[in-house]
């Protein structure tokens, strides 16, 4: 009899042995280059470190502040910090458990009463894979923890450098309007003199007047962009009022390029994709109790009980008892039910790695419309420029036909409101470069600014 116990023992033991763990996925094959990619002369080269175009303008000052006030960024934190300490301490129910108690048991038909007490310890032996599946699932939840704050930080400093374009370009735009309105109004007082003299129609001035118009709408919305953009930056840095520096914010002067070789590994920095990987390890580490669940439970046990006879007249005699040995709990007649789970856990588990894979191709399409994008926008920006260019030679080839006398002050002014014009267009399209350029290193997961710490970089995956 002690032999065959020892043996099912041994059966047992060796069984666990082969239990492993479910396979971790492979991640899908990403592209060697990409189809947009913006060519860069010879004699530049493309920014390391997102921000750095925006280096003097303020920006970087206001991505480390928010980091360290926002209120959103410090819950998650916290949840970190929560997930990071249950993480240490998750084995510790599989450690052995000691437990204390005294009890009365009285039988009413019984001539003595006895009051016992003692102490029983219980060490749940984690085989057959529990112990690694209970020590992964709690890395799963604290490798998920750590993406939601990287995906908070991430979304936090794209919206940060979002509205700190937008409030440059609307500043700059601004400042644009104010010279127009004043430039508009000059040429309603030269074209009002002009049809005193009956040298203009009352049409050109009409058109004058509607220019000035539109250019004060121009500066009045130009001016709420701008009012709305600092209201959001001071909400995401934890405050409710702008700062005063922030009105001095300009668009970037350096050129706002990627790197032609930019690694598309890159994408597996993205937040969203290390949530997608702690849900596949969260669906292993279940599946693997749910395997571990069709095989016996072995514990070890020990009981020292004591009793004393509370009712006897008698002096009272104590009692003592010590017990030890092992436990084995064999699943019988749920094991169909048991051996359900562990399918159905294999299945989530292909779930998980299916939509892993998902969210890399998605990742993938989502850069490459980014980089299209700062494509088209630079394309759009260079186009500007040149026609920006072309219109300060005609103001200037105008002025010196002035001065010579073959060009009258409102053919002066109309080619200065035409340059106005052609730079307004052109402070248009340096926004929409800086904002897609942002949007860039956002869908790639762009790293925080040197000197602002992580929510998550000092727990190590």
Not at 340 to 352: I, K, N, V
Request: with cysteine; proline share 5%.
């Amino acid at each position: 009899m002690q032999s065959s116990r020892l043996l099912a023992l041994s059966a047992t033991l060796a069984v666990s042995a082969c239990a492993t763990p479910p396979a971790r996925p492979v991640p899908p094959d990403l592209p060697v280059e990409w189809r947009h990619v913006v060519a860069l002369p010879a004699s530049t080269s493309a920014n390391t470190q997102w921000w750095e175009p925006f280096k003097g303008s303020g920006l970087e000052p206001l991505l480390t502040l928010a980091i360290h006030d926002n209120p959103g960024l410090g819950a998650i934190a916290e949840r970190v910090a929560a997930a990071r300490l249950q993480r240490q301490h998750a084995t510790d129910t599989l450690l052995p458990r000691l437990d204390a108690r005294t009890y009365n048991a009285i039988d009413p038909d019984a001539s003595a009463a006895y009051v016992m007490g003692g102490f029983e310890a219980v060490w749940e032996i984690g085989l057959f894979g529990r112990l690694e599946a209970v020590r992964d699932l709690s890395q799963a939840e604290l490798d998920s923890a750590l993406a939601d704050a990287e995906a908070a930080q991430t979304a936090l400093l794209g919206n940060i450098a979002n509205d700190y374009v937008v409030l440059a370009g609307a500043i700059e735009n601004a400042r644009l309007s104010t010279l127009e309105i004043a430039l508009q109004r000059q040429r309603e007082a030269a074209l009002l003199r002009r049809v005193d003299l009956g040298l203009s129609s009352t049409s050109e001035l009409r058109m004058a007047t509607l220019a000035r118009l539109a250019a004060e709408q121009s500066l009045r919305e130009a001016k709420e962009q701008g009012d709305a953009a600092s209201i959001r930056l001071a909400v995401l840095c934890g405050s409710t009022r702008p700062q005063a520096g922030w009105q001095t914010a300009k668009l970037p002067n350096g050129q706002l390029t990627v790197p032609s070789q930019l690694p598309a590994e890159l994408l597996r920095t993205r937040p969203d994709i290390h949530k997608a990987e702690a849900a596949v390890k969260h669906a292993a580490a279940e599946a693997g109790l749910a395997d571990a669940a069709r095989y016996p439970a072995i514990s070890l046990g020990g009981l020292v009980l004591a009793s004393r006879n509370v009712n006897s007249n008698r002096v009272a005699k104590e009692y003592e008892i010590a017990t030890a040995g092992p436990s084995l709990e064999i699943p019988l007649f749920d094991w169909g039910f048991k051996q359900a789970q562990a399918t159905a856990g294999h299945h989530l588990l292909a779930a998980a790695t299916l939509d892993y894979r998902a969210v890399v191709l998605v990742a993938y399409q989502e850069a490459e419309n980014a980089l299209g994008q700062l494509q088209l926008a630079t394309s759009r920006e260079d186009t500007a420029a040149e026609a920006l260019q072309v219109a300060r030679q005609v103001t200037t080839a105008t002025r010196r036909r002035e001065e010579l006398g073959l060009a009258s002050p409102l053919d002066s002014l109309s080619a200065q409101a035409s340059e106005l014009t052609d730079e307004k267009i052109w402070n248009e399209a340096r926004r929409e470069r800086a904002l897609a350029y942002v949007a860039v290193y956002h869908v790639l997961a762009g790293a925080s600014p040197t000197g602002a710490e992580s929510t998550g970089s000092s727990a190590s995956r």
